[in-house]
């Protein structure tokens, strides 16, 4: 599977957000979008998912352009986990992951057994069965975002968009939730988009890193070649050093520090 983005350009009516995009992303990448708050990550985000047409450029799925495809077809190809989510009412988590089988079930149809299975499935991939039975919103914060993200992959997509997936998360569920996405791509099963605040989170779990910047820069590589003091600088405008730290079987880990005025 292979997402690519061709020169996209995308925004309001006659305003223009986001320009001269241009990525590819196929089955096992993680791919970490930075950018500073207001470039218009969240914009282009939308036009990925079909709920903005582009102003220009493409957006191929495996060669086809999605701008012809129903929502329902984008919808069994991308799967969306938002940076929130509160629910209305006190639904049953497996309820709740049930929902991500939507694009594969017609409007006046129920869930079907294998629905339920597909559902149960998604659970068991994370690790989260024990969770099926409870309420979603009595949950912990780190607990729903793993809810999200089995609801995402119920939908069985071929590529995973995440807005901020770790965003309000302690310390412990960042590192819980990144190694949950490290082993969702393992052996080419999907590829990922997720869009990150912190830099060492893209150097802990991206194969792929693309940044955004307020004059509608765009630079995308490797994290060893993207995330550089110098470019961490030009982006958001304070003064980072990348070092190298120890890391498992000698090999050593990149991390960003701030350097903060003396």
Same mark, same amino acid.
């Given at each position: !599977?292979?997402? #690519?983005?061709?020169? /996209? ?5 006659? #305003?223009?957000? /986001? ?10 990448? /993680?791919?970490?979008?930075? =950018?500073?708050?207001?470039? =218009? ?28 495809? $129903?929502?329902?077809?984008? +919808? ?5 986990? $938002? ?9 049953? /988590? ?10 594969? %079930? ?14 149960? *499935? ?20 780190? *607990? &729903?975002?793993?809810? !999200? %993200? ?7 997509? *071929? ?19 990144? =190694?949950?996405?490290? &082993? ?5 099963? !999907? ?18 890193? +693309? ?7 765009? +630079?995308?590589?490797? $994290? #060893?070649?993207? %995330? ?14 990348? %070092? *190298? ?7 050593? +880990? ?6 903060? $005025?003396?």
């Amino acid at each position: !599977m292979e997402l #690519e983005v061709k020169d /996209v350009s995308c925004g309001y009516a006659r #305003e223009t957000v /986001v320009s001269g995009i241009s990525l590819a992303v196929t089955s096992g990448d /993680v791919l970490c979008l930075l =950018g500073p708050n207001g470039v =218009g990550k969240t914009t282009f985000f939308k036009a990925l998912l079909g709920l903005l047409r582009v102003q220009s450029g493409k957006i191929l799925l495996n060669g086809e352009d999605i701008g012809t495809w $129903p929502h329902r077809k984008i +919808a069994t190809k991308l799967g969306y986990v $938002p940076q929130t989510h509160s629910p209305p009412f006190p639904f049953k /988590v497996l309820d709740v992951v049930m929902m991500g089988r939507a694009a594969h %079930i017609g409007m006046f149809s129920a869930p079907s057994r294998r629905d339920r299975t597909i559902a149960e *499935e998604a659970l068991a991939a994370l690790g989260i069965t024990q969770l099926g039975a409870r309420v979603y919103t009595e949950l912990s914060g780190g *607990e &729903r975002q793993l809810v !999200m %993200i089995a609801r995402a992959l119920a939908q069985q997509p *071929e590529i995973l968009i995440m807005d901020e997936p770790t965003s309000n998360l302690d310390f412990g569920n960042q590192i819980k939730v990144l =190694g949950q996405i490290k &082993r969702l791509t393992e052996g080419g099963r !999907m590829g990922v988009i997720m869009t990150t605040h912190l830099p060492n989170h893209a150097l802990l779990c991206a194969t792929k890193v +693309a940044v955004m910047g307020h004059d509608r820069s765009f +630079a995308i590589g490797t $994290p #060893e070649t993207v %995330i550089t003091g110098t470019y961490l600088k030009q982006v958001y405008g304070v003064d980072v050093k990348v %070092i *190298e730290a120890g890391g498992k079987n000698g090999k050593g +880990a990149r991390v960003c520090v701030p350097v903060l $005025p003396a």
